[in-house]
């Protein structure tokens, strides 16, 4: 199954410049998923990281992963509407090359385990066939609060 971005937007509460996955193009609900994300240089992080020398910030790797994530979980918890998704853990992060302009992350993220209501991923992101960033990563659903 492949999901837009608008799609994404249905599911994630992200939106631009926050929005970091472009697609997913394999999901296998409860299981796993995998996202593409285009990085350009229009990218409003390159503007301060770093100029004349720009690299995507790791965290934000990490962030576009856990949103690949986070599509996974709300499609498997299912009827995820009213509540929001919070990312509550990482673990054993490793940055293994720099992500520059005109690189394709693809973001792929295996759910590992799921007790009482926190999912556990396996995540590894790739540019080509190069592993560049890896981390397990852990999200849980709360109750979305009326304000």
């Known amino acids: 199954m492949e999901l837009t971005v608008q799609d994404i937007a249905g599911i994630l509460p992200h939106r631009y410049p926050f929005l970091l996955v472009d697609r997913i193009v394999e999901l296998e609900a409860g299981t796993r998923a995998v996202g593409i994300k285009n990085v350009t240089i229009n990218e409003p992080f390159f503007q301060g990281h770093f100029p004349g020398h720009p690299i995507m910030p790791g965290v934000l790797i ?3 992963l856990a949103q690949v994530g986070g599509v996974a979980a709300a499609l498997a918890e299912g009827g995820v ?3 929001v998704t919070y990312f509550v853990g990482i673990d ?3 940055f293994r090359k720099p992500v520059t302009p005109g690189d394709v992350l693809r973001l792929v993220m295996e759910i590992t385990t799921c007790r009482r209501g ?3 991923f396996d995540g590894k992101a790739y540019v080509g066939d190069k ?8 999200a849980t659903f709360a109750p979305r609060e009326n304000s």
């Open 62 to 64: 990490l962030e576009a």
């Open 81 to 83: 509407e009213d509540k």
């Open 92 to 94: 054993k992060a490793r």
């Open 118 to 120: 926190i999912y556990c």
């Open 131 to 138: 592993l560049v960033a890896e981390a397990e990563l852990k």
